[in-house]
């Protein structure tokens, strides 16, 4: 059952909608509506309709409309002309106290800049919704509560948000709007403000979260990565326009136009998924602080044979391998130094995955990922690099035997060491 | 200036017009004048009284707290030391009647600019007249309307809360404004977004979140009132300013001095207080 219709949604900014209206009656385009009018047309004759508990996801580059039409769906934007059903409700048709209604009780929305009050503690922030419909304290501070605990955030219901890393913020923006207990999330690029990892992260919390609330989720994103990987369905939009429809299945294997199929190629191949996004957070030995006691417990704690070495600054110094380690210990030496080996692979997180094909071949040992200053911001092991471009070797028209892969890789270890 | 310069002058002679708007104002407006000349008057006593009804000792003490709790430890001493070198000096009961004038004039200042404030920030038609009167406000000299402040109000203490108001009420509109134009966004839809009235918004996004900058109007225009503390002592308002005069016509400098230094003290201890209230803990 769908719990959101748009039909034949139309926003117009500029100085004379009805003029720009009469011309989009004749038929014309949208690059001749402004010229002739000096109106733009944000919203395209846009038609939708989001099934109960499903997530959708609108994506669109920067000026395509995405964060317009969601602004539509609670009124944040007037739309000037069609329909908005929320629960069959026309929201167009809604007297002033019926809107606020719908948005205190139905719409609830997590914003890209979190949009948190820095006067109210994490707890306050989170009761806000509940405070302006007027519920009563002990009922919204024990609701708020439970929604903290939703997403992660025991125990830091005290703190302001000033003391919150980004994505804490997000989860509160994310409690705000879940302790409202909506029918429908409207998530504005939700995650577009975090960095890569906390973004994944993030994301796959929203799955779980997903999986035990069953709500409806609008979720509005530029990234085809995240909308492939968040949706149930997916609207791409262009200049205003929906211009395809379906299942993330159904976007890769049948494009639309060209447009969606010059992005969807995109994906298939490698050389757009880049090393941030299967990076893995890596344990670390400070060489200015730690020796090669430490660096063995860490290394058994992780059951990783060889260990990051950095400095102070977080710099990149080379890697330690638990043979060095073990016999330094046995020396009686307490400084890693020595041992440190620059033998190791480098990569940025922006590199797309398929570029570091040969060095997972080379190596056994973890590429390490560095910012631009040489800090170590993780790692990639060799088992993500090729399970992500298997992947991706499916989807070729002729594919790879995997076995041949593997076989040849078997053949080379011990290269290095 | 030839003939036409001459008569275009006639026409356009900006000072008898101003003389004959203060001529019809007092003519017709004298109720009004009254009342609001008796209003600001209890007021005021009202301040003067309170202020100095516990003594000194109590009250620098008192001061020596506030200036601790919000500003820390060098500022609390700083106060003690500093109110009490007024006490010793003698100026106790002047700075009194000084500081009941300041908060006076801050007091309807704010009750007037504040809600100025906001509507120049809800809308940008007030913005547009308030923000010129404002320029007025603050750059015409402040004889030009003490005289018909004393006209309207006699001389006295009031004609100077009068002068002190029009000086410094413009920061507490400005302040309040951009403050409040510059709540983020966001912060607003996501305020629409949860079901705010406009009350709602107003109370409890944009006031709190503006109201580091509101408190930094606050501050200036507190500041602002103590430099009009010498000027209004000329048509009589008292307290440290007249002291200030005394030592000026009288060419007793010491006695200038030390009422001056009493100022800057008073003004340091406001200054540090009320630029507290503006921090979030």
């Given at each position: 059952m769908s719990i959101i219709e748009v039909k034949n949604l139309y926003k117009v900014f500029g100085p004379s909608p009805s003029r720009a209206f009469a011309l989009i009656d004749e038929g014309k385009s949208k690059e001749e509506i402004l010229r002739k009018t000096g109106n733009t047309l944000g919203i395209n004759n846009a038609s939708f309709t989001v099934e109960k508990q499903e997530t959708f996801v609108i994506m669109g580059l920067s000026g395509s409309g995405k964060s317009t039409v969601i602004r539509c769906l609670n009124r944040l934007i007037e739309p000037s002309r069609g329909e908005v059903l929320i629960d069959g409700q026309d929201i167009m048709k809604m007297n002033k106290r019926e809107l606020l209604q719908t948005r205190r009780n139905k719409l609830s929305m997590v914003f890209q800049q979190f949009a948190l009050l820095p006067h109210r503690t994490v707890l306050s922030n989170v009761e806000y919704g509940l405070e302006l419909s007027g519920m009563e304290k002990g009922e919204r501070e024990q609701r708020a509560m439970k929604a903290l605990e939703q997403v992660g955030l025991?125990?830091?219901?005290?703190?302001?948000?000033?003391?919150?890393?980004g994505g804490m913020q997000q989860r509160v923006g994310l409690a705000r709007a879940l302790a409202n207990d909506p029918e429908v999330l409207l998530m504005d690029e939700a995650f577009s403000a975090l960095d890569p990892l906390i973004r994944t992260q993030m994301q796959d919390e929203l799955i779980e979260l997903q999986a035990s609330m069953q709500k409806t989720i609008i979720f509005i994103t530029h990234d085809l990565d995240e909308a492939l990987k968040l949706g149930d369905r997916i609207a791409i939009m262009k200049d205003g326009e929906v211009i395809q429809i379906g299942t993330p299945e159904q976007i890769l294997t049948?494009?639309?136009?060209d447009y969606v199929r010059a992005f969807v190629q995109n994906v298939d191949q490698?050389?757009?998924?880049?090393v941030s996004s299967i990076m893995l957070k890596a344990p670390t030995v400070g060489l200015h602080k730690e020796g090669p006691k430490a660096a063995i417990r860490k290394m058994e704690q992780a059951r990783i044979p060889a260990i990051m070495a950095v400095d102070a600054a977080r710099k990149l110094k080379g890697i330690v391998t638990i043979d060095d380690a073990v016999r330094l210990v046995r020396e009686k030496k307490d400084d890693l130094t020595p041992v440190v080996s620059d033998q190791v692979f480098t990569t940025t997180p922006d590199t797309p995955i398929a570029n570091l094909l040969t060095t997972a071949l080379e190596t056994s040992l973890p590429v390490a990922v560095l910012d631009e200053e040489g800090r170590l911001m993780g790692v990639v092991d060799r088992a993500s690099i090729l399970a992500e471009l298997s992947k991706s070797m499916e989807d070729e028209e002729t594919p790879v035997p995997l076995s041949e892969q593997l076989d040849e890789e078997a053949t080379t270890p011990g290269k290095e060491a | 200036m030839n003939t036409m310069e001459q008569q275009l002058r006639t026409l356009l002679d900006i000072g008898r017009g101003f003389e004959a708007l203060i001529t019809w104002l007092t003519a017709n407006f004298d109720g009004f004048f009254d009342t609001t000349r008796e209003l600001i008057s209890a007021v005021l006593q009202a301040f003067q009284a309170t202020l100095l009804l516990p003594g000194p000792y109590l009250m620098i003490a008192l001061f020596a707290g506030i200036a601790f709790w919000r500003s820390g430890i060098g500022t609390g001493i700083f106060t003690l030391l500093g109110m009490y070198l007024i006490h010793i000096m003698g100026f106790w009961d002047v700075t009194m009647d000084t500081l009941a004038l300041v908060i006076t004039s801050v007091v309807i200042a704010l009750i007037i600019g504040v809600p100025l404030g906001i509507l120049a920030a809800k809308n940008d038609i007030v913005e547009r007249i308030v923000r010129p009167v404002l320029d007025v406000m603050q750059t015409l000299p402040a004889f030009v309307y003490l005289i018909p402040a004393v006209l309207f109000f006699q001389l006295g203490a009031v004609p100077g809360v009068i002068a002190t108001l029009i000086f410094s009420l413009p920061p507490a509109v400005r302040l309040t404004s951009l403050g409040i134009r510059q709540v983020p966004g966001e912060i607003r839809e996501a305020a629409t977004a949860f079901g705010s009235t406009p009350m709602q918004m107003l109370f409890k996004a944009e006031l709190p979140v503006a109201l580091p900058t509101i408190m930094a109007g606050v501050n200036q225009t507190i500041m602002l009132a103590l430099s009009m503390v010498v000027i209004a002592g000329m048509i009589g308002a008292g307290g440290l300013g007249n002291e200030v005069l005394k030592g000026i016509t009288q060419l007793k400098i010491g006695l200038g001095f030390e009422s001056g230094i009493s100022i800057v003290i008073l003004a340091i201890f406001l200054d540090r207080v009320t630029q507290s209230l503006g921090k979030r803990n």
């Amino acid at each position: 059952m769908s719990i959101i219709e748009v039909k034949n949604l139309y926003k117009v900014f500029g100085p004379s909608p009805s003029r720009a209206f009469a011309l989009i009656d004749e038929g014309k385009s949208k690059e001749e509506i402004l010229r002739k009018t000096g109106n733009t047309l944000g919203i395209n004759n846009a038609s939708f309709t989001v099934e109960k508990q499903e997530t959708f996801v609108i994506m669109g580059l920067s000026g395509s409309g995405k964060s317009t039409v969601i602004r539509c769906l609670n009124r944040l934007i007037e739309p000037s002309r069609g329909e908005v059903l929320i629960d069959g409700q026309d929201i167009m048709k809604m007297n002033k106290r019926e809107l606020l209604q719908t948005r205190r009780n139905k719409l609830s929305m997590v914003f890209q800049q979190f949009a948190l009050l820095p006067h109210r503690t994490v707890l306050s922030n989170v009761e806000y919704g509940l405070e302006l419909s007027g519920m009563e304290k002990g009922e919204r501070e024990q609701r708020a509560m439970k929604a903290l605990e939703q997403v992660g955030l025991k125990g830091y219901e005290q703190q302001y948000p000033s003391e919150l890393s980004g994505g804490m913020q997000q989860r509160v923006g994310l409690a705000r709007a879940l302790a409202n207990d909506p029918e429908v999330l409207l998530m504005d690029e939700a995650f577009s403000a975090l960095d890569p990892l906390i973004r994944t992260q993030m994301q796959d919390e929203l799955i779980e979260l997903q999986a035990s609330m069953q709500k409806t989720i609008i979720f509005i994103t530029h990234d085809l990565d995240e909308a492939l990987k968040l949706g149930d369905r997916i609207a791409i939009m262009k200049d205003g326009e929906v211009i395809q429809i379906g299942t993330p299945e159904q976007i890769l294997t049948n494009p639309a136009n060209d447009y969606v199929r010059a992005f969807v190629q995109n994906v298939d191949q490698t050389k757009i998924i880049t090393v941030s996004s299967i990076m893995l957070k890596a344990p670390t030995v400070g060489l200015h602080k730690e020796g090669p006691k430490a660096a063995i417990r860490k290394m058994e704690q992780a059951r990783i044979p060889a260990i990051m070495a950095v400095d102070a600054a977080r710099k990149l110094k080379g890697i330690v391998t638990i043979d060095d380690a073990v016999r330094l210990v046995r020396e009686k030496k307490d400084d890693l130094t020595p041992v440190v080996s620059d033998q190791v692979f480098t990569t940025t997180p922006d590199t797309p995955i398929a570029n570091l094909l040969t060095t997972a071949l080379e190596t056994s040992l973890p590429v390490a990922v560095l910012d631009e200053e040489g800090r170590l911001m993780g790692v990639v092991d060799r088992a993500s690099i090729l399970a992500e471009l298997s992947k991706s070797m499916e989807d070729e028209e002729t594919p790879v035997p995997l076995s041949e892969q593997l076989d040849e890789e078997a053949t080379t270890p011990g290269k290095e060491a | 200036m030839n003939t036409m310069e001459q008569q275009l002058r006639t026409l356009l002679d900006i000072g008898r017009g101003f003389e004959a708007l203060i001529t019809w104002l007092t003519a017709n407006f004298d109720g009004f004048f009254d009342t609001t000349r008796e209003l600001i008057s209890a007021v005021l006593q009202a301040f003067q009284a309170t202020l100095l009804l516990p003594g000194p000792y109590l009250m620098i003490a008192l001061f020596a707290g506030i200036a601790f709790w919000r500003s820390g430890i060098g500022t609390g001493i700083f106060t003690l030391l500093g109110m009490y070198l007024i006490h010793i000096m003698g100026f106790w009961d002047v700075t009194m009647d000084t500081l009941a004038l300041v908060i006076t004039s801050v007091v309807i200042a704010l009750i007037i600019g504040v809600p100025l404030g906001i509507l120049a920030a809800k809308n940008d038609i007030v913005e547009r007249i308030v923000r010129p009167v404002l320029d007025v406000m603050q750059t015409l000299p402040a004889f030009v309307y003490l005289i018909p402040a004393v006209l309207f109000f006699q001389l006295g203490a009031v004609p100077g809360v009068i002068a002190t108001l029009i000086f410094s009420l413009p920061p507490a509109v400005r302040l309040t404004s951009l403050g409040i134009r510059q709540v983020p966004g966001e912060i607003r839809e996501a305020a629409t977004a949860f079901g705010s009235t406009p009350m709602q918004m107003l109370f409890k996004a944009e006031l709190p979140v503006a109201l580091p900058t509101i408190m930094a109007g606050v501050n200036q225009t507190i500041m602002l009132a103590l430099s009009m503390v010498v000027i209004a002592g000329m048509i009589g308002a008292g307290g440290l300013g007249n002291e200030v005069l005394k030592g000026i016509t009288q060419l007793k400098i010491g006695l200038g001095f030390e009422s001056g230094i009493s100022i800057v003290i008073l003004a340091i201890f406001l200054d540090r207080v009320t630029q507290s209230l503006g921090k979030r803990n």
